[in-house]
């Protein structure tokens, strides 16, 4: 299969599906890249992200049952998929051999 690449925010989505498993629906998800990354982010943006990477075949979804705390309505949730998981493989592949050639380890910078 031809490999596909992803956007630094496609791909916090993705991992963001993984780490909520079962409970992974938009509002869920958009919670929990705000809570983990501490940055701006708005539900048409995970929604957007999130069908991108259904057309490249890395989620799928299906609608949950309905809830009383949605007025009856239901959830679209998602999984990753087994190409999504070996996607998420290769980068995390690339990442670590490039950054065991740095050439002396990162240090924190204070101002930030």
Do not use: C, D, W
Request: aromatic share 4%; net charge positive; no cysteine.
């Amino acid at each position: 299969m031809k490999r596909t690449y992803l956007g630094e925010f496609e791909e916090i989505v993705l991992l963001t599906v993984v780490v909520l498993e079962t409970s992974a629906y938009g509002v869920a998800i958009t919670h929990e890249i705000i809570e983990q990354t501490g940055r701006s982010v708005r539900l048409n943006q995970v929604h957007a992200a999130l069908q991108r990477l259904e057309e490249k075949g890395m989620v799928h979804s299906r609608m949950g049952e309905a809830t009383a705390e949605r007025g009856g309505r239901r959830k679209r949730l998602f999984t990753i998929t087994a190409y999504g998981e070996q996607t998420l493989l290769e980068i995390q592949s690339v990442r670590t051999q490039l950054l065991s050639l740095l050439p002396r380890p990162l240090k924190p910078s204070l101002s930030i």
